[in-house]
């Protein structure tokens, strides 16, 4: 009898606040029927080098993206090399912020250096010096991940052509992104414009996720107060968290905007749908990108509501009829004439909305994920190790040296 699979699957995981952790969750039942997988999040992770000691998995499969939840997935990468789903093609961010705030400056110029040799001189100082930010987006700091990988995927065809190119020795393969179709509870929906003072016919447009500055909250707050200026009954929905750092025009006192914008905090996974069904239109906006498939978009799609997105490159294959597309260069033109158009007229707005809903059908399932899961789990574990002899030697150090010389003492030795 042929024994299935067995996976170890490096993830955030709930209760995490993430949308990969939601991720994981939703889509391992689906891989469950068919193959043995243990879930190792943060957690749960120190117990993975003696269980696969034990009994070796058969492939390691690691969830990467620029988010500091994944930082722990980092220490494994490259001593079990396995298949990397990288969610996020520019990981700078949180690999800056782990290995800064840990006081490894050495670490980091090494890693950034063997990331990018070509850079200007001193650029990795900008960093050190508390000094970048956006200008992360440059430096993606993919190497070390690709490099070692048994495969590599994604979830974009424009992301994976991107990657195939800077590591043509590298084999990069595409995996549709899945979320499951919505349960909505259109009684919780009125309620929840009822809380928030919103009446029946106003238009709400709806923005998901924690709100960020790369989220164009400010573009679209103006937008808001552009259109009731001009007589709509428009409102604002943040479904999320705040970053600490975005500051909210409707809190510096623009009047346009009292009462209009309303910021919910966080809401639980399950909660969303009810969220998705208050809303008449969402807004998936995005600048800069790390290049990431916004799963939040989907699960506007798949709960048939019209959108509004930023107009990026590797999004180009969405037709024009699936979303309304931001133009970044006009960006405050562009999305005025967007949201104005779809609060003036409900035929545009139910035909985004069933076009978006019929992409998401042929495309973004949890079905369709997980039979490109499968797919790439079978040809991943038939991948062999690469052999990459020049590391930082960070990645190379397991760090042992000082239990080595303890055991020595007595008598006790391990290869």
């Given at each position: 009898?042929?024994?299935?699979?067995r996976?170890?699957?490096f993830?955030?995981?709930?209760?995490?606040?993430s949308?990969?952790?939601?991720y994981?969750?939703?889509?391992?039942?689906?891989?469950?029927?068919?193959?043995?997988?243990?879930?190792?999040?943060?957690r749960a992770?120190?117990d993975?080098?003696?269980t696969?000691?034990?009994?070796?998995?058969?492939?390691?499969?690691?969830?990467?993206?620029?988010?500091?939840?994944?930082?722990?997935?980092?220490?494994?990468?490259a001593?079990?090399?396995?298949?990397?789903?990288?969610?996020?093609?520019?990981?700078h961010h949180?690999?800056?912020?782990l290995?800064?705030?840990?006081?490894?400056?050495?670490?980091?110029r090494?890693?950034?250096?063997?990331?990018?040799?070509?850079?200007?001189?001193?650029?990795?100082?900008?960093?050190?010096?508390?000094?970048?930010?956006?200008i992360?987006?440059?430096?993606p700091?993919?190497r070390v991940v690709?490099?070692t990988?048994?495969?590599?995927a994604?979830?974009?065809?424009?992301?994976?052509?991107?990657?195939?190119e800077?590591?043509p020795?590298?084999?990069?393969?595409?995996?549709?992104?899945?979320?499951?179709?919505?349960?909505?509870?259109?009684?919780?929906?009125?309620?929840?414009?009822a809380?928030?003072?919103?009446?029946?016919?106003?238009?709400?447009?709806?923005?998901?996720?924690?709100?960020?500055?790369e989220?164009?909250?400010?573009?679209?707050?103006?937008?808001?107060?552009a259109l009731?200026?001009?007589?709509?009954?428009?409102?604002l929905?943040i479904v999320g968290?705040?970053?600490?750092?975005?500051?909210?025009?409707?809190?510096?006192?623009?009047?346009?905007?009292?009462?209009?914008v309303?910021?919910?905090?966080y809401?639980?996974?399950e909660?969303v749908?009810?969220?998705?069904?208050?809303s008449?239109?969402?807004l998936?906006l995005?600048?800069?990108?790390?290049?990431?498939t916004?799963?939040?978009?989907?699960?506007?799609?798949?709960?048939?509501?019209?959108?509004?997105?930023?107009?990026?490159?590797?999004?180009?294959d969405v037709?024009?009829?699936?979303?309304?597309?931001?133009?970044?260069?006009?960006e405050?033109?562009?999305?005025?004439?967007a949201?104005?158009?779809?609060?003036?007229?409900?035929?545009?707005?139910?035909a985004?909305?069933?076009?978006?809903?019929e992409?998401?059908?042929?495309?973004?399932?949890?079905?369709a994920?997980?039979?490109?899961?499968?797919?790439?789990?079978?040809?991943?574990?038939?991948?062999?190790?690469?052999?990459?002899?020049?590391?930082?030697?960070?990645?190379?150090d397991?760090y042992?040296?000082?239990?080595?010389?303890?055991?020595i003492?007595?008598?006790?030795?391990?290869?």
């Open positions: 009898m042929i024994q299935p699979m996976i170890a699957w993830s955030p995981l709930p209760p995490t606040r949308g990969i952790s939601a994981s969750a939703e889509l391992l039942p689906h891989l469950e029927r068919r193959y043995v997988v243990d879930a190792f999040d943060e992770a120190y993975f080098a003696w696969h000691r034990r009994t070796p998995y058969d492939l390691v499969v690691y969830h990467l993206g620029n988010a500091r939840c994944h930082d722990y997935i980092w220490a494994y990468l001593a079990y090399p396995g298949l990397v789903v990288l969610h996020d093609a520019r990981l949180a690999r800056a912020s290995l800064l705030q840990s006081k490894r400056e050495g670490d980091y090494r890693e950034f250096w063997y990331d990018h040799p070509d850079a200007r001189k001193n650029v990795v100082e900008y960093a050190v010096a508390g000094l970048a930010g956006p992360y987006y440059f430096w700091m993919t690709v490099e990988a048994r495969l590599v994604v979830h974009n065809e424009s992301v994976a052509r991107e990657l195939r800077t590591y020795n590298r084999e990069v393969e595409t995996i549709r992104m899945g979320v499951p179709g919505p349960r909505v509870d259109m009684t919780a929906a009125a309620a929840v414009r809380r928030f003072g919103i009446a029946d016919k106003a238009i709400v447009f709806a923005a998901f996720g924690k709100a960020t500055a989220k164009r909250i400010g573009a679209i707050e103006r937008a808001i107060g009731a200026a001009i007589g709509y009954d428009v409102h929905l968290e705040r970053d600490a750092s975005l500051m909210l025009l409707s809190e510096l006192g623009a009047p346009r905007l009292a009462n209009r309303h910021v919910t905090g809401v639980a996974d909660d749908a009810t969220y998705l069904a208050a008449d239109v969402c998936c995005r600048w800069p990108t790390a290049l990431e916004s799963a939040s978009w989907l699960r506007c799609i798949a709960a048939a509501r019209a959108t509004i997105v930023s107009d990026l490159a590797h999004t180009a037709p024009a009829s699936v979303a309304r597309r931001v133009d970044l260069i006009a405050d033109e562009s999305l005025l004439n949201m104005r158009e779809l609060a003036a007229d409900k035929a545009a707005r139910d985004v909305a069933r076009a978006g809903h992409w998401w059908k042929a495309h973004h399932t949890m079905d994920m997980a039979e490109d899961y499968r797919r790439i789990l079978d040809r991943a574990v038939t991948c062999p190790a690469p052999k990459v002899s020049d590391l930082p030697a960070h990645f190379v397991d042992s040296d000082a239990a080595r010389a303890i055991a003492q007595y008598g006790i030795s391990w290869p």
